[in-house]
């Protein structure tokens, strides 16, 4: 179950900029990979660090830092 802050936190203008700056730095990263629709955050969590090789906390990290 996501959290309040998690829905927060993945605003759309959030996201949107996160997602741009992810694709640039992971090229291979798809549009599918990226798509994050309200109430799926952990399923795109689980995506981006399968994809990327990383725990969940070096990804929260990632796009905090981004």
Known sequence: MEKPTDTIMFSD????????KL????????????????????????CLSIKLGKTGNELKELIFNL
């Open 23 to 46: 694709k640039k730095q992971y090229p291979g990263l798809s549009d599918t990979d990226l798509t994050y629709e309200p109430g799926n955050l952990r399923e795109l969590m689980n």
């Open 13 to 20: 203008m959030f996201w949107n900029d996160k997602k741009a």
